[in-house]
Nanobody, 125 residues
Framework: QLQLVESGGGLVQPGGSLILSCAAS????????IGWFRQAPGKEREGVSC????????NYANSVKGRFTISRDNAKNTVYLQMNSLKPEDTAVYYC??????????????????WGQGTQVTVSS
């Protein structure tokens, strides 16, 4: 069974940092682009960042550019999202998802499959 599991969320003060992990089981991530998405209460799910299967290409939402960094370790079957300079507006449930589609960089939720269950990130003083 294909499964993605997110971890690393929590409560952090504004300006703080967190590292989210997305671990795969039941399949290898080597052939998939991975996206990170988030959904705040009352809002639609939005794309945050994505990375190609090789790790050679990445894309970021304008709201997180310069603050978030996506990376992957295919040997560990895991993708990471380093989040720095966190703001209260970053508060959301964060999800990772996999896709084999070539237009993964558009960061549209509908283009991704195999979603994880999400991890809560709360930025508050």
């Amino acid at each position: 069974q294909l499964q993605l599991v997110e971890s690393g969320g929590g409560l952090v003060q504004p300006g703080g940092s967190l590292i989210l992990s997305c671990a795969a089981s039941g399949f290898t991530l080597d052939y998939y682009a991975i996206g990170w998405f988030r959904q705040a209460p009352g809002k639609e799910r939005e794309g945050v960042s994505c990375i190609s299967s090789s790790g050679g290409s990445t894309n970021y939402a304008n709201s997180v550019k310069g603050r978030f960094t996506i990376s992957r370790d295919n040997a560990k079957n895991t993708v990471y999202l380093q989040m720095n300079s966190l703001k209260p507006e970053d508060t959301a449930v964060y999800y990772c998802a996999a896709t084999g589609r070539s237009y993964y960089f558009l960061l549209r939720p509908r283009d991704y499959d195999n979603w994880g269950q999400g991890t809560q990130v709360t930025v508050s003083s």
